[in-house]
């Protein structure tokens, strides 16, 4: 079974500074994919960024990219210039490429972001 | 983009009543959806995933006749909660697959149901 990792409980940032969120994951698979998803205090989860396992190129989508190193299982999660709206739980994500695993995704453990005027 | 709704929002029940909370695609047909249980502060844990006309695939450790799973249409699934008691009490989320090519094929949130059972 994949297991995601997420080691940070709780980041704090400042407004308009850089954070980064951790994320390994383990897997034996050749065929997947990651997420990282946000759920502010609404509790909606929102999809932020996605990454397939055979692209190089790291995922970017405006102020939030990733590093991710398939080599080590490492899928980090780098928000610039932080935004009070950014306050929120994060989740790192795994999904299947097979389709024998049902597409569910398996989420880490979470990180929540505080954001600091 | 696509848009799933959950209903009710939450819901207050007496112990050993039951609990139907319904998962819609509103713009999309889903062969696919999820339900995943959410503890305060804990992450997302899967329950099972449904499959239109079929039975549900249920997690280990999740007892199919506790939370049944209808999966009736491309648009509707259902999490009924039989015979609820305290311990049951959680956030409820579904998410509905839209297919697609490798990670265009996205999973939509609905936005969660709180049980409360009394």
């Known amino acids: 079974a994949q297991t995601v990792t997420q080691s940070q409980p709780e980041m704090s940032v400042q407004e308009a500074e850089t954070v980064t969120l951790s994320c390994t994951y383990d897997t034996s698979e050749s065929d997947y994919y990651l997420f990282w998803y946000k759920q502010p205090p609404s509790r909606q989860m929102i999809l932020v960024i996605r990454?397939?396992?055979?692209?190089?190129q790291n995922a970017t989508e405006n102020r939030f990219s990733v590093n991710f190193q398939k080599a080590a299982k490492s899928f980090s999660l780098k928000i610039s210039d932080s935004q009070l709206g950014d306050a929120a739980m994060y989740f790192c994500a795994y999904r299947s490429g097979y389709s024998n695993s049902g597409y569910a995704l398996n989420f880490g453990k979470g990180t929540s972001l505080l954001v600091t005027p | 983009g696509a848009v799933v709704s959950q209903h009710p929002s939450r819901v207050i029940c007496k112990s050993g009543t039951s609990v139907k909370i319904e998962c819609r695609s509103l713009?999309?047909?889903?062969?696919?959806m999820f339900w995943y249980r959410q503890f305060p502060k804990k992450s997302l844990m899967l329950m099972a995933t449904s499959n239109e006309g079929s039975k549900a695939t249920y997690e280990q450790g999740v007892e199919k006749d506790k939370f049944l799973i209808n999966h009736a249409s491309l648009t509707l699934s259902t999490l009924t909660v039989t015979s609820a008691h305290p311990e049951d009490s959680s956030f409820y989320i579904c998410?509905?697959?839209?297919?697609?090519?490798?990670?265009?094929?996205?999973?939509?949130f609905g936005p969660g149901t709180r049980l409360l059972v009394l």
């Open positions: 713009d999309f047909q889903a062969t696919t």
């Open positions: 998410s509905a697959r839209a297919p697609g090519q490798g990670v265009q094929e996205t999973q939509y």
């Open positions: 990454q397939e396992a055979y692209k190089q």
